[in-house]
């Protein structure tokens, strides 16, 4: 089943604490890209991938970290996790254009920092 | 650089009835638009989308929705709603640069 897989999908943390959260698509995808949702902001990209070993940017990148070593994976890392990133994140995928291919999202995984 | 704007953030519609739900977009030069679903406790999955082409695009589960270059606009209709339908709606904007902007999410609650 082509799918993309999200891990943790809950985490309580403490300010901090470095945390990782792990991102798969069996898809063959060229694009990945994280996502955060809060209430009355909608989606916002804190990071994307147009292949392995390119990252860039997105919408809101403070306080997160990427890498893409491997095409099916991209982890999302916050080396210092602090309140203001409890959300609600998203990985998508979709093949190498996302200007105009359907992105694939994961079922998301819900952030707490206290 | 473009922008997407969802007028409504709830719409509030009675089992049966039609429902339309409103995004309008700025852009200097051409968009793709799309309109992705957010079941309950679940991510997003595609609606429709415009890229070329006739301006009426028909979608999943009934859904289907008009692109209006005049009005820059691309709402959301359904004819007659169901229970099922209850989930957050996201319009969608890119401009072929490889970054796609979401609006804040319209919330459709179907009354019985």
Known sequence: EAQVTQNPRYLITVTGKKLTVT???????EYMSWYRQDPGLG?????YSMNVEVTDKGDVPEGYKVSRKEKRNFPLILESPSPNQTS??????SLWD?????QFFGPGTRLTVL | AQSVTQLD?????FEEAPVEL????SSSVSVYLFWYVQYPNQGLQLLLKYLSGSTLVKG??????EFNKSQTSF?????SVHISDTAEYFCAVSAGDDKIIFGKGTRLHILP
């Open chain 1, 43 to 47: 989606l916002r990209q804190i990071y």
């Open chain 1, 88 to 93: 609600l994140y998203f990985c998508a995928s």
């Open chain 2, 75 to 79: 709402h959301l209709r359904k004819p």
């Open chain 1, 23 to 29: 991102c798969s698509q069996n898809m063959n995808h």
């Open chain 2, 60 to 65: 999943i589960n009934g859904f289907e929705a």
């Open chain 2, 22 to 25: 409103r995004c309008n977009y």
């Open chain 2, 9 to 13: 953030s709830q719409v509030p519609v």
């Open chain 1, 98 to 102: 996302s200007s105009y291919n359907e």
